[in-house]
């Protein structure tokens, strides 16, 4: 059974930083594409970023990028995202994810696989 379990929300000052980290059972992290979104309180869901170490692929949201951060450890099957400089806009519930497959990450990708998520708040 795939499962994805996120640690690592909390709240922070605009300006601090945070590193969320997504443990990952049940499947080999060779094969699947990984993945952050979040959802604000009345928003839809977006894409924050993503990577697949099969061809090296990563994206990131024009809202993130320069500031945040992701990183897989395919040996301890856990990815990370690295936020600094946050913003009170990035407060959302931020969820890991992953789709079996070995090329890229983003476009005509549906993720299969989701975590139950972890809250993040920044604060003015």
């Known amino acids: 059974e795939v499962q994805l379990v996120e640690s690592g929300g909390g709240l922070v000052q605009a300006g601090g930083s945070l590193s969320l980290s997504c443990a990952a059972s049940?499947?080999?992290?060779?094969?699947?594409?990984l993945g952050w979104f979040r959802q604000a309180p009345g928003k839809e869901r977006e894409g924050v970023s993503c990577s697949n170490s099969n061809d090296d692929s990563t994206y990131y949201a024009d809202s993130v990028k320069g500031r945040f951060t992701i990183s897989s450890d395919n040996a301890k099957n856990t990815v990370n995202l690295q936020m600094n400089t946050l913003k009170p806009e990035d407060t959302a519930v931020y969820y890991c994810a992953a789709v079996r497959t070995t090329m890229g990450c983003w476009d005509y990708i549906t993720y299969d696989y989701w975590g139950q998520g972890t809250q993040v708040t920044v604060s003015a």
């Open positions: 049940g499947f080999t992290f060779d094969d699947y594409a």
